[in-house]
């Protein structure tokens, strides 16, 4: 019993990507309101690419909604597919590699105060470097290997910054038993 | 130099909350479109609060965007204040405790494709159980205080699945040395 009611909901914006909807709720204490929430359209997928030497790889890419350079895992929208299908699609694209093992972590939820994300998050080992992929397509200046320690590193001093990629390295190092 | 053009921009949406936001953009491969932003009005601050004997206190909280329970560590908007003042009332309201000590431990950005939404993490410890809060004001069921392995067995099996909380977790870890 969640004690919220939802008298009615109306789309206040949507694009290819985003559907933002604003529902009148009766919440828990009992007073009225509105409720806007940002529903991603596709599930989106988090890859956790590590080397046999237990390097992760990760992109260095701008993100328009922060107006800044981002070092992430791997990831994109399912866009209907499979989540392992679209997980194999985006390690592809963004990083040119093949998995030969793929692990499921997991599934994460972003910023569910005000959104509907949510995300599954899967581990790829035995990576092959195929080339190609569309990293300039995709907003990729650069794919970096990087050793376990580094990344932790990366995320104490905040060169890593991007919550989901932090969250799914959590996941990923206590899979691999590199936490815990 | 980002690659990104932004011509024109409009408010698609606000509340009290969030505003969502319309750029009309050229992307970095010279492609036109828009990009939908949801914006979070007042940065988020995110408390890890711990006690001496290592032990993480987490809430239990109904998520109405996503429909259930999830357990989270103390977090809620700034509200225009300093985010060191917002974590202290925070941390009183959702769990009835202050803290002695304080650290800042980072900035994450959430949902970073879609959003702008930034959190300031701290670390609180020194805990006194001052009693009060508003628990139940805020939808908040429970107040959990967990010994650190069953915080990261919590994260491993999805028990905890609010990303932010997995993020902050992490960064806690690496401060207290039990990471890394």
């Not at 994300?117 to 990729?140: C, H, K, N, P, Y």
Request: aromatic content about 6%; hydrophobic content about 40%.
């Amino acid at each position: 019993m969640s004690g919220w009611q939802t008298h009615a909901t109306r789309t206040a914006y949507e694009n290819a990507w985003i559907r933002v909807r604003e529902d009148e709720v009766t919440r828990p204490d009992g007073s009225t309101g509105v409720y806007g929430v940002t529903e991603v359209r596709h599930p989106a997928v988090f890859i956790v690419p590590v080397t046999e030497e237990g390097e992760v790889l990760l992109i260095r890419l701008f993100r328009y909604p922060i107006g800044r350079d981002s070092l992430e895992v791997p990831a994109g929208g399912s866009d209907g597919q499979e989540p392992l299908v679209a997980a194999r699609r985006e390690l592809r694209e963004e990083t040119g590699r093949t998995a030969a093992t793929w692990t499921h972590l997991g599934r994460v939820f972003s910023l569910n105060g005000v959104a509907d994300a949510r995300a599954e998050v899967f581990l790829a080992q035995g990576l092959a470097d195929e080339g190609g992929g569309s990293q300039a397509e995709e907003g990729i200046s650069e794919v970096l290997t990087v050793p376990w320690d580094d990344v932790l590193g990366m995320v104490r001093t905040g060169a890593i910054h991007d919550s989901e990629t932090v969250s799914c390295l959590m996941l990923a190092g206590l899979a691999l038993g590199r936490i815990g």
